[in-house]
């Protein structure tokens, strides 16, 4: 029984083997894994890159997202990689920062591409991303 002397069944379960954010998950609610920094980092790198990104910059403008966008960052012999797969965009460079440079360079000539386009002139997957881009830079 719980402190307020009603009944509950107690349930087993690993942590790790049930997602936090999966809605099928039988746990009435659940906490994220803990942060084992000894097993994110080896010899200095991040092994599990994935990062929030809330601003990009062009030459002339900062944008700011309302929606804070998850990034994949990861090098491949000397390129670097920052990707989100849900909207469809990489960037390359031969650094971080140029990685970095470069996706946001392209999240925001999407942004503006898709802004211009009329709602009846879009099909398929261009819907879904027209209105990502309209959640995540509202105007």
């Known amino acids: 029984m719980n402190h307020a002397g009603v009944a509950y069944k107690d349930y ?3 942590r790790e083997a049930v997602s936090a954010f999966t809605p099928v998950s039988p746990l009435f609610s659940c906490t994220a894994q803990e942060r084992m920094p000894d097993k994110e980092f080896m ?3 991040l092994q599990n890159p994935y990062v929030p990104m809330w601003t990009f910059h062009s030459k002339t403008k900062t944008y700011k997202a309302a929606k804070p966008v998850r990034v994949r960052i990861y090098s491949e012999g ?9 909207l469809a965009i990489a960037g390359t460079g031969s650094s ?3 990685a970095i440079d470069d996706f ?3 999240i925001i000539h999407f942004h503006n591409y898709y802004k211009k386009l009329a709602p009846n002139k879009v ?3 261009a819907v879904r991303l027209k209105k990502l881009f309209e959640i995540l830079f509202p105007e």
């Open 104 to 106: 946001s360079r392209q």
């Open 123 to 125: 099909t398929g997957d």
């Open 78 to 86: 000397d390129f670097w990689f920052v990707e989100n797969e849900s």
């Open 43 to 45: 010899d200095g790198v």
């Open 96 to 98: 971080r920062e140029e």
């Open 12 to 14: 087993d379960y690993n």
